[in-house]
């Protein structure tokens, strides 16, 4: 692995990486509203940004240094695989120069038919210095994508398949497992929403985590408040 790849596993290595996301159906929707969002989380000891879309990524980099996991979720009618799902948006993302394109890398089917195989083997080939975060939902999955070549494996997708739902989050259990078994950094990410939690998936030996929802989704946070509410 080249230095430059090295330096960015370095920057987010026992650190906390802050996911800043709002889809077109949520009240923060906005890449000036996400570029806020990382600046904050930059300021707060973040050590990376986990962002969805060119727009947003662009107007992140305005404001923040930090290394970026870039992603694209897109929707196709043949595939449940949404994230970074082809060649396209693997394209348009290593255009953009993140320092990590993460795509989903699990079992399921892609987009046109294709296998995690077929498509990783191409994207590798046309970008063969770039970092990739392969988002898992169990152990086999993260197992194979470390051996496909994949730079990093998450435990993003835990609880998002249909074979893994129900899955309690984070899954201590699971990530202990993978951190001890794989060969490359694994990302904890899913289900991490108080500080004692971050500590305890650090410690069982993720390389890195990655906190979205408890951080930079203030709908999802009031709602979680809310029910506690007596009579709510």
Same mark, same amino acid.
């Given at each position: 692995m080249d230095q430059a790849k090295n330096r960015v596993l370095? =920057? *987010?290595? !026992? !650190?906390?990486i802050v996911s800043c996301q709002a889809l077109a159906d949520e009240p923060l929707h906005s890449s000036y509203i996400m570029s806020r969002m990382a600046y904050a989380a930059m300021l707060g000891g973040a050590v990376g940004i986990r962002?969805?879309? @060119? #727009? $947003? @990524?662009?107007? @992140?980099r305005k404001e923040v240094p930090l290394p970026v996991i870039g992603i694209i979720k897109a929707e196709y009618p043949d595939s449940e695989v949404y994230i970074s799902p082809t060649v396209k948006e693997i394209s348009a993302l290593a255009e953009c120069q993140v320092s990590i394109i993460a795509t989903?890398?699990?079992?399921? *089917?892609?987009? !046109? !038919?294709?296998?995690?195989?077929?498509?990783?083997?191409?994207?590798?080939?046309?970008?063969?210095? =770039?970092?990739?975060?392969? $988002?898992c939902s169990d152990y086999e999955e993260a197992m194979a #994508? #470390?051996?496909m070549g994949f730079d990093l494996v998450g435990t993003t997708l835990r609880g998002y398949t249909e074979y893994t739902r129900g899955a309690v989050l984070p899954d201590m259990d699971f990530i202990k497992r993978l951190a001890g078994d794989c060969?490359?950094? *694994? *990302?904890?990410?899913?289900? @991490?929403?108080?500080?004692? =939690?971050?500590?305890?998936v650090l410690e069982a030996g993720a390389w890195t985590a990655v906190i979205g929802? #408890? &951080?930079?989704?203030?709908?999802? &946070?009031?709602?979680?408040?809310v029910a506690a509410v007596p009579g709510q």
């Open positions: 370095e =920057q *987010v290595r !026992g !650190g906390l962002a969805n879309t @060119i #727009a $947003d @990524i662009k107007e @992140i989903d890398a699990t079992k399921r *089917v892609r987009p !046109g !038919g294709r296998t995690l195989e077929e498509f990783f083997s191409e994207v590798r080939k046309n970008y063969p210095n =770039q970092l990739f975060m392969a $988002d #994508a #470390a051996e060969k490359k950094p *694994v *990302v904890a990410e899913g289900g @991490i929403w108080t500080p004692d =939690q971050l500590k305890a929802g #408890a &951080i930079t989704r203030p709908l999802e &946070i009031t709602k979680r408040f």
